[in-house]
């Protein structure tokens, strides 16, 4: 079956980097997204990686994907207090029409001074 | 462009009570979703659409009701709301061949 597991909560001091990780099981899954919540707010897609890639990097955030252990990362460099948000990873597995999204549950992340 | 958009912003209903959750988007987007997320969990997918006139079922979808009659609206129904239907709810939208989903604010339900 599809599930995507993330650990629920990550904490690092400002100016540090982050690493938040995520772990799915659909090998079919083409595409893999990084989502960001803030308090209130609904979804708002930070990245996303195509499964022949490795590595995306966009500015501060680097997406690594293993897909012979099905892991994919999300570092983000130099974090800042404005990060601090819930961090949802999502696969669509192939479907061959719309692409449904199957999401983790979100690490929060807590960035302190 | 407004974007998403969903109201009401926060609800509470008594058990055995109907109401529906508006969504709209003014993206001309083909594909649109619901979704709820509770705590603890993902978002799950209740019901989707991939035009005007057809929708699908999701991973959640026993309790509510679509219909896609317009490209931009895509209403969510609850029947006869029950405590396990407290949540928040999001309405995404999709473009055919886009990789974004951009999701409206949220409503909050509470069943009681």
């Known amino acids: 079956g599809e599930d995507v597991e993330q650990s629920l909560f990550l904490s690092v001091r400002e100016g540090d980097s982050s690493v938040i990780n995520c772990t799915y099981t659909?090998?079919?899954?083409?595409?893999l997204y990084w989502y960001k919540q803030e308090p209130g707010a609904g979804l708002q897609l930070l990245t996303y990686i195509f499964s022949n890639m490795d590595m995306k990097q966009d500015q501060r955030l680097t997406v690594l994907l293993n897909k012979k252990d099905k892991h994919l990362s999300l570092r983000i460099a130099d974090t800042q207090t404005g990060d601090s948000a819930i961090y949802f990873c999502a696969e669509s597995p192939f479907s061959g029409g719309y692409n449904k999204l199957i999401f983790g549950a979100g690490t929060r992340l807590a960035v302190h001074p | 462009n407004a974007g998403v958009t969903q109201t009401p912003k926060f609800q509470v209903l008594k058990t055995g009570q109907s109401m529906t959750l508006q969504c709209a988007q003014d993206m001309n987007h083909e594909y649109m979703s619901w979704y709820r997320q509770d705590p603890g969990m993902g978002l799950r997918l209740i019901h989707y659409?991939?035009?005007?006139?057809?929708?699908d079922q999701g991973e959640v979808p026993n309790g509510y009701n679509v219909s896609r009659s317009t490209t931009e609206d895509f209403p969510l129904r609850l029947l006869s709301a029950a405590p396990s239907q407290t949540s928040v709810y999001f309405c995404?939208?999709?473009?055919?061949?886009?990789?974004?989903?951009?999701f409206g604010p949220g409503t909050r339900l509470t069943v009681t």
């Open positions: 659909d090998s079919s899954s083409t595409y």
């Open positions: 995404a939208s999709l473009g055919q061949g886009a990789h974004e989903q951009y």
């Open positions: 659409s991939v035009g005007a006139g057809i929708t």
